[in-house]
């Protein structure tokens, strides 16, 4: 079965400084996708960064990086220089084979994060 | 205008009562899905759909239906709401899916639903 784990339910980050956000995931899919989507307090999903099993190179979108590390399934997310504008739930979510042809996604619990000034 | 609109945005109901949540989108995607969002669970598909006639169960359908009016418009219903189904729910679009392609899913404001 397919599987996303968000172990951090909570974290502090200051204004300025990087922050990384965990997600490991299961899966015995040998194509996939992992993505990273932000909702603020307002309420609406942001989709903010893409990975692909196959792709060579980690994927980056301006302030965003992922970390992807295949061998650990760990896709982990990089905010660098926060911002307050950046204190919001951040969800990390997969995409298999299974998934593939329908593009069904499935989500981990979320990570909330505080951008303290 | 917003690509993918949800109505009501809020809606308070009590148990029993019918109710229908509507999703409409503008991006002209072939496939529409349909969310909940519960604290500490993340989000967790109900229904999804390729096309018009082609609907699918998510991983929890039990006490839903939705159809699919057109290819912009996709409704979720409740025909007999009940505490435990208060949550946020969303809809979502996407293209069809391409083998490049990243294929994101765009995602409504959400509707805030409680059932009491």
């Known amino acids: 079965a397919q599987k996303i784990t968000q172990t951090q339910p909570g974290m502090f980050v200051q204004e300025k400084e990087a922050v990384t956000l965990d997600c490991t995931y299961d899966t015995s899919d040998p194509s996939y996708g992992l993505f990273w989507y932000k909702q603020p307090s307002s309420g609406e999903m942001i989709f903010l960064i893409y990975q692909g099993s196959y792709d060579q190179q980690n994927a980056t979108e301006g302030r965003y990086s992922l970390n992807f590390q295949k061998a650990r399934k760990s896709a982990n997310l990089v905010i660098s220089a926060s911002q307050l504008g950046d204190s919001a739930m951040y969800f990390c979510a997969m995409r298999g084979r299974y998934g593939g042809a329908t593009n069904k996604l499935i989500f981990g619990t979320g990570t909330l994060l505080a951008v303290q000034p | 205008d917003a690509d993918v609109t949800q109505t009501p945005r809020n809606r308070i109901t009590k148990t029993g009562k019918r109710i229908m949540l509507e999703c409409s989108q503008t991006k002209g995607h072939d496939r529409m899905y349909w969310y909940r969002q519960d604290p500490g669970l993340g989000l967790r598909l109900i229904y999804y759909?390729?096309?018009?006639?082609?609907?699918n169960k998510g991983e929890i359908s039990d006490g839903y239906s939705v159809s699919r009016q057109a290819q912009a418009k996709f409704s979720l219903s409740l025909e007999s709401a009940i505490p435990n189904q208060t949550a946020l729910y969303f809809c979502?679009?996407?293209?069809?899916?391409?083998?490049?392609?990243?294929?994101?899913?765009?995602f409504g404001p959400g509707t805030r639903l409680t059932v009491l």
């Open positions: 759909s390729f096309d018009v006639k082609d609907i």
């Open positions: 979502a679009t996407s293209e069809k899916r391409t083998l490049a392609g990243v294929n994101e899913q765009f």
